[in-house]
């Protein structure tokens, strides 16, 4: 087939797929207000793969002549790390969004158990060909995958199999000969409006007792058995105007709940295997890192022009003490920039010889941006004044009874009150609305909580290099062995 058009896209989501917003069936979802400013932003996305100006940009040629998103090409070489950036950062600039799930960091970890492949295929051949399978797939059919990692978990103090309902970790019911059974619920942003979820285990600790829990899998979003049950909207009555970023970028979150839904074998790439799930707990992010640091700039990016707005239009700009605050923003935001460089940069190579970002460099920037998002978050907060949250809507600007008023008292010189507010309903929506709020939980949870960051991080760390440093300092020698 090929790269799918927008319209292409929004027809594959008439699928028949159980989807409930507010406890109500979600007939289509391409019509639906919750979900329709996603799907559209998505169907740009892949008409954008359609024209001159981004082709060679967001897609790569494959051996079939076929073109194909170029989130699905294997990272062999360290060109290959640019392009995801390049392809990455147009998609944001097109869209001009502060978005997430798009499919750039979900298809990595296909990219993570191909190169396993020698090691899967000591557990089971048919975990291989699953691999290849749903690669050839994702890249012949541009399918849009979800991740499905985070289970509901229920008591955090016990494993899964430990917990009073079995369920609580999505697990395997039982294996046939045409496949698994598998019950249980995963969170999964965007996969109300998307094609297929990859569904592998979470953070913890994969003990033997964990088996039935220690699975990964390929699932359509339309497969029986299958529920979306979606969070309810952030944007609840305002318009574009006063909401600039929620009401068009809202990626509605879902509790995927699987009853007893059937996964074929060619669709398994693990099955009761908790050494692989430890595996992929530790490697499942050697290029999603690099993904998360990418839109973090187009985040931190858009901290930056916000701030400057806000500041010339009210005339703070020209004080020292305004360009310092903006200065903090500006360090954040090239310290992620130099973190996604340097990664590419001091690439390294995998066992099966595929080019990954540096481990090191890519964990330290994730951690580090996931950690400090919130302060710069603050940072504008304060620039923009209480301001940002004070602000009447644009129905009050429109009306002739009270719209002078606004134009009286919000303009600043030749700045009309027009801009003035659109610029501080963005700063609203980076600091304070309900997609704010949701964004900064995002940031600091995306991929994992900080802690577990922390611990890839740790693990990936050359300790030794640093450690062979501090002996010659103190005069002692090299460790036995
Ligand atoms: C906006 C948003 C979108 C998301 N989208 C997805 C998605 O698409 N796919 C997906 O799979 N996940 C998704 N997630 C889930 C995300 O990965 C999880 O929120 C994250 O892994 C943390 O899990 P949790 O929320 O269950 O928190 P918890 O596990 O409850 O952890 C909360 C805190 O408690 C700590 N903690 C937990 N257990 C223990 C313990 N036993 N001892 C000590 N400390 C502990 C954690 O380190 C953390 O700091 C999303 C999250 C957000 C906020």
Redesign the pocket.
């Known amino acids: 087939m090929g790269i799918r058009s927008g319209d292409e896209y929004r027809d594959s989501l008439r699928d028949g797929r159980r989807v409930w917003m507010h406890g109500e069936r979600v007939e289509d979802v391409t019509k639906h207000p919750a979900f329709q400013p996603m799907v559209d932003a998505i169907a740009r996305m892949y008409d954008m793969q359609h024209e001159a100006r981004y082709q060679e940009v967001m897609t790569f040629q494959l051996p079939s002549g076929e073109r194909a998103s170029r989130f699905y090409k294997l990272p062999e070489t360290p060109e290959d790390l640019a392009g995801i950036r390049a392809m990455t950062l147009a998609l944001l600039d097109e869209v001009g969004g502060v978005v997430?799930?798009f499919g750039s960091e979900?298809a990595t970890p296909l990219f993570v158990m191909y190169d396993r492949r020698p090691l899967l295929a000591k557990y089971d051949p048919r975990y291989v060909r699953s691999v290849e399978h749903w690669l050839q797939r994702c890249q012949a059919e541009d399918l849009f995958m979800?991740?499905?990692?985070?289970?509901?978990?229920g008591d955090?103090?016990k494993q899964p199999f430990e917990q009073d309902d079995p369920d609580l970790y999505l697990r395997v019911v039982s294996e046939r000969d045409d496949g698994i059974l598998i019950r249980g619920a995963?969170?999964?942003?965007?996969?109300a409006y998307a094609h297929v979820a990859f569904v592998?285990p979470?953070?913890g600790q994969w003990r033997p007792e964990n088996r039935d829990y220690a699975v990964a899998c390929i699932v359509p979003l339309n497969s029986p058995g299958l529920k979306h049950i979606c969070r309810a909207p952030l944007l609840q009555t305002a318009q574009a105007f006063d909401r600039p970023l929620s009401s068009r970028f809202d990626?509605i979150?879902?509790l995927m709940v699987f009853e007893d839904v059937l996964v074929p074998w060619d669709s398994v790439i693990f099955c009761r295997q908790p050494e692989l799930a430890s595996l992929i707990r530790h490697e499942l992010h050697r290029w999603g890192a690099h993904a998360y640091l990418l839109r973090s700039l187009a985040k931190a990016d858009l901290l930056v022009g916000t701030a400057c707005l806000l500041a010339e239009q009210n005339r703070s700009i020209a004080s020292p003490a305004v360009k310092e605050q903006i200065a903090h923003l500006m360090v954040y935001r090239e310290a992620v920039h130099a973190f996604i460089l340097a990664s590419e940069a001091a690439y390294e190579r995998t066992e099966s010889g595929l080019v990954m970002p540096n481990q090191s460099i890519a964990y330290a920037g994730r951690l580090y941006t996931a950690l400090h998002y919130h302060e710069m978050v603050h940072v504008l907060r304060n620039l923009a004044g209480g301001s940002a949250v004070l602000i009447p809507d644009e129905r009050t600007l429109r009306s002739p009874e009270t719209g002078p008023c606004l134009e009286k008292y919000y303009r600043v010189g030749a700045t009309p009150a027009e801009d003035r507010l659109r610029v501080l309903n963005l700063a609203a929506e980076l600091t304070s609305t309900s997609f704010a709020g949701?964004?900064q939980?995002?940031q600091?949870?995306?991929?994992?909580?900080?802690?577990?960051q922390a611990m890839i991080l740790y693990g990936a760390y050359d300790r030794e290099a640093s450690m062979r440093r501090a002996r010659r300092i103190v005069g002692l020698g090299e460790p036995a062995g």
């Open positions: 997430d799930r979900t979800t991740s499905g990692n985070t289970d509901p978990k955090r103090s995963k969170y999964e942003t965007g996969a592998k979470t953070v990626e979150d879902t949701h964004k939980a995002y600091l949870f995306a991929e994992s909580p900080p802690a577990n």
